[in-house]
């Protein structure tokens, strides 16, 4: 029900559910990627390589099986080939490969928060752009970023890092990656799809990357516990994630999901502390809800 009372349109309430599912999915991912390397001894690199190549693939299959799209299309245009091959590879991989650095140099709570500081660097951007200062709302967005990420990255304590200088590092690079990603293909979105664009991404990104790490190339303790956490983050934290979120635009707007998707730092978080019991205190916490507070507020004058 909503907060007047009334019932929520069942629609409606599929799609929240959808795209927190999606959201969820993200999350647990990243803490399952924590797991591989911090305990099975995987690394950042064979495990992007992995999930870009086999990602790619299925979501490849499944426009051109079931939504009947003409996947290669894009390729007899010359301008759209070329973007998406800089998106294939400095957006795609270069968001999935600084993201799981930053889990692997330090947990996936911590990396997958500072990649949310994301939107606030878009939003900077445009304000650049445009050459126009910011709205009150957008700088109180980077005031509470900014707060956030002091108080996630030391606790609070100004002579020390809660966490080391690479998970810092990759995991602000993560959100530059991530704001790339989100700004640069929008015009190819429109044209061919989310499927195609994201699909394509994905196996250009794994293919240009299998030269430097190739996926046979491989370090570990492989274990069933390790087949589950790698199935998970190729299968539950790309594609069923996608799939999901994809399927809530259905029924929401994009301000909407972008809004209800920052369930997927806190189960990170959450998931992080209870299962991998990754120290996370008060001023940790504090700092996550103010860079999750950020979107919020962004999301939500955007929706306005």
Known sequence: MSSNGAVIPFPRSKGIILVLIAATFWGVSGTFAQYLFQIKGFTASWLVVTRLLISGVILLFYSHAVKKQNIFSIWKARKDRVKLLVFGILGMLGVQYTYFL????????????????????????????????PAKYELAAIILALLGTFLLVTNGNVHSMSISGEAFFWG???????????????????????????????????????????????????????????????????????????????????????????????????????????????????????????????????KQ
Do not use: D
């Open 102 to 133: 930053a889990i692997e140099h330090g947990n996936a709570a911590t990396a997958t928060v500072l990649q949310y500081l994301a939107p606030v660097l878009i939003a900077c951007y445009v304000c650049l752009k445009l050459k126009i200062l």
């Open 172 to 302: 602000i690079l993560s959100a530059f990656a991530l704001a790339f990603y989100t700004l640069y293909p929008g015009k190819l979105l429109n044209k061919w799809g989310s499927y195609i664009i994201v699909g394509w991404g994905m196996l250009i990104g794994g293919i240009c990357f299998s030269f430097i790490n190739p996926p046979w190339v491989f370090q570990g303790n492989w274990s069933f516990s390790s087949f589950i956490a790698v199935v998970a983050v190729v299968l539950l934290g790309t594609v069923i994630a996608f799939f999901c979120y994809m399927e809530s635009l259905k029924y929401l707007s994009a301000s909407e999901t972008s809004l209800l998707a920052c369930a997927e730092p806190l189960s990170a978080a959450f998931l992080s502390v209870a299962w991998l019991h990754v120290p996370f205190r008060t001023a940790e916490w504090v700092g996550t809800f103010c860079i999750i507070a950020t979107i919020m507020i962004l999301s939500a004058v955007k």
